[in-house]
Each structure stands twice: as structure tokens, then as C-alpha cells.
């Protein structure tokens, strides 16, 4: 017996179907169920016209993943729930094809557990590329029906000859051969490809055979009875307001990984991955480098699995996403989320990060989650040479999380505000230069601090309009100050400058955006370190950051240091 089998569900398999059904012949298709109807894949519609037409369709698991590298639970939910999703869709399923070829005992249990009937492996029948003392076919019935053995896949090195030499290796012996296509297609270059010219060479081959040999679908062969779908083991619960993350702080290792952990990332550029110590917290991070960028990203990010690690989350939901890093780039978080049936599909992306020479915290509040999902993933990522190193990562559902202490009465609202830590640019850490119009600004850092080793300073020149000045970076919650709305808020800088200066402010509005605010009162030119104050109206409704800095709008040289925001219920006095 000769079967004809087709793993992953790839489109272009359909021009195999077609070459098969003009000769008569009926194989079997195993699908990854969670990647049916995505670019490049077979649609249901297109599931359904195979099974019309007589082939049979297997499982393959819901995402492909190496099954023996996960924990038995896991592995159960992408077996069973594979052949859930192709049953609801109405075929009857009862062989398995293992991801990879990758299996042991347990995972054949899993499979009989799941109702297969068959599970096939791959690399155990010889043919001229592998396995030179394995047996030339499989015995039937098979010795273990769960781990059925079969050559090794079919690639772009096999020859007409050596798929017939296949066929009639086995016919010495007897027994049954199946053969594994994964891509038909007349122009891809993917290792796993043959032509459509090639499959017709070999279905009319395989068609003219005696009698004696015979083309049946893995059913066929095997034989049994349909068994009910059944599901894999439940999710565990998550905590009801805790943080979603598992292994949040990166401490535990699975073969050298922080477990429930992945590396990921797309496109063009070199990434290295690895743990390095000590963390923020604890004995370790993650870090980041990329290498050669010319375009995609890459980033770590919670294991995009079916419940055992990936944070489960609720369609409809907004939830708050976390995360301390350092970074020699700017960074923002990649968002991916888990479908119904357990296939996963990126989602957005954040504002970005500004680098950070020491640990900084990146926040940001997603929109709420699409209908269907299941599940969230994120991580912060590198998309351009650099380095990145994170930990401490959160993710809280908003409807759920736990409330945020204001800072106390009193508590200097600004990050780095004596400008003491450097950034990777001319701007300190935290802070960013800023101005518009038609004017010539340049920004530098200076030894002529009113505290500490450095201040910052702007010269214009060239004025026309327009104005120049140094403020908290303006992001969604690394650095930017954070502020209530209907509040009022002093402002305050040390500054030494040639020229009159001001207090220009901005805030962070409920949609997401900076907009200009307001400006303070002029402040006179100062030779000697001057302190300014302004006390803003009461902050509009919404907001939830200000940045403000004092700023030049005429020729002249500005330095400032020493800045300072406070709530004015409880503020210090100058």
C-alpha cells in the first residue's frame, strides 16, 4: 500500500489534489488547523472541496509547534484541539502526523488520548538520502499504530527515481510507504518543494502499477472507527487582578530559556538572544541584540501557546502592559493576540520608548481586545541595530487591576531632573530637546550645573520665530510626569540665561496625544542660577502626563537644571 500525504495545509498543495484526482488517486492532508484561512494556506472551503473529492483530512496540531519541548498539558491542547477545530468544520479525523517528526511515548499516549487512530513519524524507512539499515517499508497492521514509520520528507533533492525507488522497495517486501509532499509548486525555491511536472510524472508512474500495489489514505490503511473530538485539558486559571505573566522576572530556566518564554521576531537583520545577570530584580534579564538590521523586528515575548504559559485574556477588554528595560534604541511594545482556534496574529503596536542608559519603565493601556480572542502576547522590541535588555514584565486586565497609589504629597514628579543621568543622545536620560519654527538651536550638556556634575543648555541663533527648549520626554508612561486631571501643579527649574525665558507646557490627552497647554510669565534674563515658578490652571479632564521646560524665543544661551513638579496639595516650599 502507498499513501500520499501532504503536511501543514500549504496552499499550493491543492495543484497535488488536482494531478490526483484526474488519475484517481485519493491522499491524506494533515492540517495545522490554527494557520487555515491565513495567507498562504488552504481555506476551509478549499479543506472541504478536498474531502468532496474523496482525501482524507488528518491533524497536524493547532500551531506546529515541536510538541516534546512542551509541557504534557500543552502538547495535549495542540493535539486535541486540532482535531476539535477539524471536526467542528465536519471531517471525520482520525489520523495524526506529529510537527517535525518530533515525538516519544508520551506523546503517543497524548495522541490515542485525543481519539486518533494512527500517528505518523518520518525517517525511519530507507531511501538513498537517510537510514541506510531501516527497514524498506512499514509493516501492516504497524507495529505501533503511533508512531507509523515512514521515509524521510520529500524535498527539492528528490528525483523521479527516487520517489518510484520508494514504492518499489516496498513492493519487494510488502507492507505499506507513505510519502510526505509539503509544497507543489512549479517556481518556490523552499527545500521542501517538487514541481507539479514532477508529482504527474510520478501519480501516472504510480497509477500504471500492478495490481498488487494499491493508493489508500492513511484511514484506509489503518481502518477503525470515528471517535468523539476530545478537547484538551482546561487553561489554568489566571489570578483575578494579578499580573497575567507568567515567570514576570525571568528567574526560572527551562534548557537554558526563561521559561515560558520565546524568542521572536520577522524580516531582514541578525538577532542574538540571551539572560543575562544580575536583573533589575533578582539574578536575571533578558537581553536583545541586533545585529545587520534592514528591516522586521525582533523581541522576547510570553510563549504564543494555547493557555500553559501565554496570558489568557477577554475579547472586549483593555488591559495595561508593562515592562523595565534599557535600551541603546528607541523600543515600544509588538502586541500579538491568540484566536479562537489557537492560532496567533499580531495586533499593534505602541507609542515608542526612548533609549534608556539605566532601567526605565515602559507603560502603555491597549485598546480594547478583538472579539475572539483568547489570549495575549507582547514584548518590547529592537527594530534597528542596538541593544536591549528587559525585565520585570506586567500585564494587567483594566477592568481587574490593582489600584495605583498616588505619589505622595510632596514627591518631585520628574524623572532625572537634576539631569544627572546620561541619555544616548545630547539630551539627558528621560528628557528630549524640542522647538519649532525658523531658528537655529543647539543643545548641549554643561559642567555649570546649579547641583550635580551637568545641566542642560540650548543656544539659538538665526532667531526669526519659533522658540527651542529641553522637556521630559513626551511618551505614554516611561518617563513623562504623571498628572491627574482638574489639578493644578508647580513647576519649577533653576536657569541662568541671557535672555527672557518661559515655561512652555504641554499634556498628554485622553486619546493618547501631546498638545500644547499653556505658558507661563516671562522670566527675566539671570546671570547668576535663578529659580522660576509657575503654578499651572487646574489641568484639563483626561489628562494624564504634562512636560514643560523653559525655553528660549529669541538669540541668546539658556541653561537650566534642577527641575521639579509637584501636585500643589502638598507642595514644598520654594
Not at 515541536?66 to 495535549?76: G, I, K, R
Not at 504497524?142 to 527515481?161: C, M
Request: include cysteine; charge should be negative.
Amino acid at each position: 500500500m502507498v499513501s500520499l500525504t501532504f503536511d501543514d495545509g500549504n496552499a499550493d498543495q491543492l495543484n497535488a489534489a488536482q494531478i490526483m484526482n484526474a488519475h484517481g488517486l485519493k491522499g491524506t492532508f494533515y492540517i495545522t488547523s490554527g494557520f487555515t484561512d491565513r495567507p498562504g494556506y488552504m481555506t476551509v472551503a478549499d479543506l472541504q472541496g478536498l474531502a468532496a473529492s474523496g482525501h482524507e483530512i488528518g491533524g497536524h496540531s493547532v500551531t506546529h509547534p515541536d510538541l516534546v519541548t512542551l509541557p504534557v498539558d500543552e502538547a495535549a491542547r495542540q493535539i486535541c484541539n486540532d482535531r476539535v477545530n477539524l471536526t467542528s468544520w465536519g471531517f471525520p479525523v482520525t489520523s495524526f502526523a506529529y510537527p517535525f517528526a518530533s515525538q516519544n511515548p508520551a506523546m503517543e499516549t497524548v495522541a490515542q488520548n485525543c481519539g486518533y487512530n494512527s500517528a505518523r513519524g518520518l525517517g525511519d524507512i530507507k531511501t538513498r538520502f537517510s537510514c541506510p539499515t531501516c527497514n524498506l517499508a512499514e509493516t501492516m497492521p504497524p507495529g505501533n499504530a503511533f508512531n507509523t514509520a515512514a521515509p524521510d520528507q520529500v524535498e527539492n533533492t528528490w528525483t523521479l527515481a527516487d520517489l518510484q525507488d520508494s514504492v518499489t522497495q516496498a513492493e519487494s517486501v510488502g507492507g505499506w510507504i507513505q510519502l510526505t509532499f509539503h509544497h507543489i509548486d512549479a517556481a518556490s525555491s523552499d527545500p521542501l518543494n517538487i514541481t507539479p511536472a514532477l508529482f504527474e510524472q510520478f501519480a501516472v508512474w504510480l497509477k500504471s502499477r500492478p495490481a498488487t500495489t494499491t493508493v489508500q489514505t492513511v484511514n484506509q490503511a489503518v481502518g477503525g472507527t470515528v471517535k468523539p473530538a476530545v478537547s484538551g485539558p482546561a487553561v489554568p486559571a489566571q489570578p483575578v487582578g494579578g499580573n497575567l505573566v507568567q515567570n514576570p522576572s525571568l528567574e526560572t530556566l527551562s534548557n537554558g530559556v526563561p521559561q515560558c518564554w520565546q524568542a521572536g521576531g520577522y524580516g531582514t537583520n541578525t538577532p542574538t538572544f540571551t539572560t543575562v545577570s544580575p536583573g533589575r530584580t533578582g539574578s536575571r534579564a533578558q537581553k536583545l541584540v541586533m545585529a545587520g538590521y534592514v528591516d522586521g523586528d525582533a523581541k522576547w515575548l510570553p510563549s504564543l501557546d494555547l493557555g500553559g504559559c501565554s496570558p489568557s485574556a477577554t475579547a472586549g477588554h483593555t488591559y495595561k502592559l508593562g515592562a523595565w528595560y534599557t535600551s541603546s534604541a528607541p523600543t515600544q511594545f509588538a502586541v500579538y493576540y491568540r484566536t479562537g482556534l489557537g492560532a496567533w496574529q499580531y495586533w499593534t503596536s505602541s507609542p515608542w520608548f526612548a533609549a534608556a542608559t539605566t532601567y526605565q519603565k515602559a507603560a502603555w493601556t491597549s485598546p480594547a481586545l478583538p472579539d475572539g480572542a483568547t489570549g495575549i502576547s507582547f514584548g518590547l522590541n529592537l527594530f534597528s541595530n542596538g541593544t536591549l535588555t528587559t525585565d520585570d514584565y506586567e500585564l494587567f486586565d483594566v477592568a481587574s487591576a490593582p489600584a495605583i497609589e498616588p505619589p505622595a504629597p510632596g514627591t518631585n514628579l520628574v524623572q532625572n531632573a537634576s539631569l544627572e543621568t546620561a541619555g544616548t543622545g545630547t539630551a539627558a536620560q528621560c528628557w528630549q530637546t524640542s522647538g519649532y519654527g525658523t531658528n537655529v538651536a543647539t543643545f548641549a550638556s554643561v559642567a555649570t550645573a546649579h547641583s550635580g556634575a551637568g545641566a542642560g543648555q540650548v543656544v539659538i541663533s538665526g532667531y526669526v520665530d519659533g522658540d527651542a527648549k529641553l522637556l521630559p520626554t513626551m511618551d505614554t508612561g516611561s518617563c513623562s510626569p504623571p498628572a491627574i486631571g482638574g489639578h493644578t501643579y508647580s513647576l519649577r527649574a533653576w536657569y541662568t540665561s541671557t535672555a527672557v525665558t518661559q515655561f512652555s507646557i504641554y499634556y498628554l490627552n485622553a486619546a493618547g496625544s501631546w498638545v500644547y497647554w499653556t505658558s507661563s510669565p516671562w522670566f527675566a534674563a539671570a546671570s547668576a542660577y535663578t529659580q522660576a515658578e509657575f503654578t499651572t490652571p487646574e489641568l484639563p479632564a483626561g489628562a494624564t502626563a504634562v512636560s514643560f521646560g523653559l525655553n528660549l524665543f529669541s538669540d541668546g544661551t539658556l541653561t537650566t537644571d534642577d527641575y521639579a513638579m509637584y501636585d500643589s496639595v502638598g507642595a514644598p516650599a520654594l
